[in-house]
């Protein structure tokens, strides 16, 4: 769709007013695609310096975005790597000073695409991953974790199991879901799976007081019982420039985020990735998440839900509040071989386990924690012997 007539200066200025006065001193990443950094009208060059401007003020990040989010549904990995290339070469020159940017937005990119990255352009952070995504917009791909991790060089969902096949690009998810809200298809049971702290799902779906409640939600998810369990914690939220949404509903997230959690730091996106790489050199994390629902949407309130996600495998397990009964919604295991579909063949690239979350195969019908079989519960036993006490 051609976006155009939105993207206005001023729409610039209004959001990244908004951010600064939700949170003083916050540095963003903005993403241009391949045509906003080369149209020669008035809007766009006077856009492109205002983020500059904004660069050397706030210290924002400038990078390229490939293919409207999903460049691997329609190019080859060798055109994708092009794009990347003269991508990020346009963006030096509009910046100047030999400016680099320290990662890449691209929704969902190749595990092929992400290792060009790290050898040949020397980026080692993708936002290269949307988690849970599945029957949205125009590219599935579920499988993954939702935290940050090193891909393999077989696919971009799946952690490297070594050295050997380890990708070193930080790959990291763009937007932070409401793990109940996820679970399901697109709009399946009229609900919108992407609910989480995205604009679109919770202000523009539900009004101003109520999305905020959700933002907040699923904002706590991660900086309250997250942050006790991981030792740290991470909200993502990407913001396209096109929507018609009021950036008042951002800037009252901000300042609620700011009141709740005053030692929280906003941070461009490639800052973020590289502290991550500095403080893990392979995939040796054991992320665990937990959630009681909001009650809004599709994050229900009779539910509970834990996943637990490490280099081997992720494992979700859902917790009916009436009946007490656990069942197992989602079992994928990372250490067996995958293969990527090939690039531009396909919008589907979810790397299916053998129970997957989205439930869109007859064998992904969940089942109670002790009806896995032997090897499954052997395999979860190594990591977490708590699931069957």
């Given at each position: 769709?051609?976006?155009?007539?939105?993207?206005?200066?001023?729409?610039?200025?209004?959001?990244?007013?908004?951010?600064?006065?939700?949170?003083?001193?916050?540095?963003?990443?903005?993403?241009?695609?391949?045509?906003?950094?080369?149209?020669?009208?008035?809007?766009?060059?006077?856009?492109?310096?205002?983020?500059?401007?904004?660069?050397?003020?706030?210290?924002?990040?400038?990078?390229?975005?490939?293919?409207?989010?999903?460049?691997?549904?329609?190019?080859?990995?060798?055109?994708?790597?092009?794009?990347?290339?003269?991508?990020?070469?346009?963006?030096?020159?509009?910046?100047?000073?030999?400016?680099?940017?320290?990662?890449?937005?691209?929704?969902?990119?190749?595990?092929?695409?992400?290792?060009?990255?790290?050898?040949?352009?020397?980026?080692?952070?993708?936002?290269?991953?949307?988690?849970?995504?599945?029957?949205?917009?125009?590219?599935?791909?579920?499988?993954?974790?939702?935290?940050?991790?090193?891909?393999?060089?077989?696919?971009?969902?799946?952690?490297?199991?070594?050295?050997?096949?380890?990708?070193?690009c930080v790959n990291l998810d763009g937007w932070t879901m409401d793990f109940l809200a996820a679970r399901r298809q697109g709009f399946a049971e009229g609900v919108n799976s992407r609910m989480g702290v995205g604009p679109i799902?919770?202000?523009?779906?539900?009004?101003?007081?109520?999305?905020?409640?959700?933002?907040?939600?699923?904002?706590?998810?991660?900086?309250?019982?997250?942050?006790?369990?991981?030792?740290?914690?991470?909200?993502?939220?990407?913001?396209?420039?096109?929507?018609?949404?009021?950036?008042?509903?951002?800037?009252?997230?901000?300042?609620?985020?700011?009141?709740?959690?005053?030692?929280?730091?906003?941070?461009?996106?490639?800052?973020?990735?590289?502290?991550w790489r500095d403080t893990y050199k392979k995939n040796d994390f054991n992320y665990r998440f937990f959630e009681r629902g909001s009650g809004i949407g599709g994050s229900d309130a009779d539910k509970e839900i834990m996943w637990?996600?490490?280099?081997?495998?992720?494992?979700?397990?859902?917790?009916?509040?009436?009946?007490?009964?656990?069942?197992?919604?989602?079992?994928?295991?990372?250490?067996?071989?995958?293969?990527?579909?090939?690039?531009?063949?396909?919008?589907?690239?979810?790397?299916?386990?053998?129970?997957?979350?989205?439930?869109?195969?007859?064998?992904?019908?969940?089942?109670?924690?002790?009806?896995?079989?032997?090897?499954?519960?052997?395999?979860?036993?190594?990591?977490?012997?708590?699931?069957?006490?």
């Open positions: 769709m051609d976006e155009r007539e939105w993207h206005t200066p001023e729409r610039v200025v209004q959001f990244r007013n908004a951010v600064e006065k939700g949170f003083p001193g916050a540095k963003i990443t903005w993403a241009f695609s391949w045509l906003a950094l080369h149209d020669t009208t008035a809007n766009y060059r006077e856009i492109r310096q205002l983020v500059v401007d904004y660069h050397h003020k706030y210290g924002d990040e400038i990078t390229f975005i490939p293919g409207a989010y999903f460049a691997n549904a329609y190019n080859s990995t060798e055109q994708v790597n092009r794009d990347l290339h003269e991508g990020l070469k346009r963006v030096t020159e509009i910046v100047g000073d030999s400016y680099r940017p320290k990662s890449i937005l691209a929704g969902f990119l190749s595990a092929k695409n992400q290792q060009y990255l790290a050898e040949k352009e020397n980026i080692h952070v993708c936002q290269g991953n949307i988690w849970s995504q599945y029957a949205i917009d125009n590219q599935d791909g579920d499988g993954a974790v939702s935290y940050p991790y090193y891909p393999s060089i077989e696919h971009f969902c799946k952690p490297a199991q070594g050295e050997k096949d380890q990708v070193d799902e919770t202000l523009d779906a539900h009004g101003a007081d109520m999305g905020l409640q959700e933002m907040m939600h699923t904002t706590a998810i991660h900086f309250d019982d997250g942050f006790q369990r991981n030792d740290f914690a991470w909200v993502t939220n990407c913001w396209e420039l096109c929507l018609d949404i009021d950036t008042q509903g951002l800037t009252d997230w901000l300042t609620s985020i700011r009141q709740r959690w005053p030692k929280v730091k906003c941070v461009t996106q490639g800052e973020f990735g590289l502290l637990y996600m490490n280099k081997r495998f992720r494992l979700a397990i859902l917790k009916d509040l009436n009946s007490g009964k656990k069942f197992v919604i989602d079992f994928t295991r990372y250490d067996v071989k995958v293969e990527e579909p090939v690039s531009g063949s396909t919008r589907n690239w979810t790397l299916y386990g053998e129970i997957n979350q989205k439930r869109t195969r007859q064998q992904d019908e969940p089942v109670c924690v002790d009806q896995l079989t032997d090897i499954q519960k052997e395999v979860i036993c190594s990591y977490y012997p708590e699931v069957f006490d």
